[in-house]
């Protein structure tokens, strides 16, 4: 049985999006963030729409071969590092560039005898309280490795907690004076990487050597008082699928598990073979808009595991075989996640092996 929902990949989009990243950052160079398998949108099809980047940042050690293997010659970054010697003896075979932010990282560094030039992206904890040195080691950490090897290349790197709310601009501006105030930044100049995708956007002063552009890559936007069609951005997937069945409910039917919804009046509803299996978020409620041969409408009742059911008063033509929009291009990811009280990085991540993904250009 070959089931009618599809992940439709527009790379055109994919390239378009990443143009407009230029348009914001003419100076710093790029790496694109092509984690979590590009965002659910496929890693070695993303990478060759997006092959024109300076370098591509990933989280997964096996992510970084696969595009060594595919013949990608860019600075990979492993967002993480490593965490074993094992780890570091394949990242020198594949000459991969990598993050360090904690001393066990740094220990098993110290110890490893590299025969190539290292690339080290030294992480400053500016404030997000994640991953990172506190600011007052970076000097210390940064002469244990000159004397490990004087020729490591080495980046200065921080990641902003707030980028993306206008209203915190201020803790962005104290992880910037932070960053700022480092040693290394004042005397020795050293490249930098600050911004995210909100940052791109919203500061440009973070924008340094380096940018690391995620989901604005993608199409949809960092910024929650934006869409990424009011960015002038371009969605990138489209989850689209069918109607399966239709039903005609008269008033005080319910719907679906628990029979959360009860009509209020006649009306009839689709069966869209779609559901929390396929990565669409079982906790969307009745009213999250969807798209019903190209026309808005809403869900009702409860999301199951292989099917969610949708309204069809007022969408007279539409019946079995119906072409359904579930995000995509006319309906913004984030509306579905603002719905779903998520956000559009989940959605796009959340999407399930089991649904086909397939370039449209």
């Not at 010659?73 to 570091?88: H, K, R, T, W, Y």
């Not at 740094?106 to 190539?116: E, P, V």
């Not at 099917?307 to 509306?335: K, Y």
Request: hydrophobic share 40%.
């Amino acid at each position: 049985m070959h089931r009618p929902i599809r992940a439709l990949i527009d790379c055109t989009a994919l390239q378009h999006n990443l143009s407009v990243v230029r348009s914001h950052t003419r100076q710093a160079r790029i790496m694109a963030v092509v984690k979590a398998d590009a965002y659910g949108h496929g890693l070695l099809r993303t990478t060759q729409a997006l092959n024109t980047v300076d370098g591509f940042a990933v989280l997964e050690l096996e992510a970084a071969i696969q595009l060594r293997e595919a013949g990608f010659n860019q600075p990979v970054l492993l967002l993480e590092g490593f965490f074993s010697a094992e780890e570091l003896e394949i990242m020198d075979h594949y000459q991969l560039s990598t993050v360090i932010h904690s001393h066990e990282q740094l220990s098993l560094l110290l110890a490893h005898r590299k025969t190539g030039k290292p690339d080290i992206y030294l992480k400053i904890n500016t404030g997000m309280n994640r991953l990172g040195f506190r600011p007052e080691e970076e000097s210390s950490v940064l002469n244990r490795i000159r004397q490990w090897r004087s020729d490591a290349s080495i980046t200065l790197m921080t990641h902003f907690s707030c980028a993306d709310d206008a209203l915190e601009a201020d803790q962005v501006n104290q992880q910037l004076d932070q960053f700022a105030a480092l040693h290394d930044v004042k005397e020795n100049n050293l490249p930098q990487t600050l911004a995210n995708s909100a940052a791109i956007l919203r500061y440009p002063g973070t924008h340094a050597n380096w940018v690391r552009p995620g989901i604005v890559l993608y199409g949809a936007s960092p910024l929650p008082d934006k869409t990424g069609i009011e960015l002038g951005l371009r969605p990138v997937m489209t989850l689209t699928s069918q109607i399966i069945a239709v039903q005609q409910l008269d008033p005080s039917d319910r719907v679906g598990y628990g029979g959360q919804f009860i009509a209020d009046q006649p009306m009839r509803i689709g069966v869209v073979a779609a559901g929390y299996a396929d990565g669409y978020p079982r906790h969307a409620p009745t009213g999250t808009p969807v798209l019903v041969n190209g026309q808005r409408t809403r869900l009702v009742g409860r999301i199951s595991m292989d099917m969610l059911t949708v309204d069809l008063n007022g969408i007279s033509e539409a019946g079995v075989g119906s072409p359904v929009t579930l995000w995509g291009e006319g309906l913004p990811v984030e509306e579905v996640a603002k719905s779903a009280q998520t956000i559009s990085y989940e959605l796009l991540t959340a999407l399930s092996p089991r649904v086909p993904t397939i370039s449209i250009s």
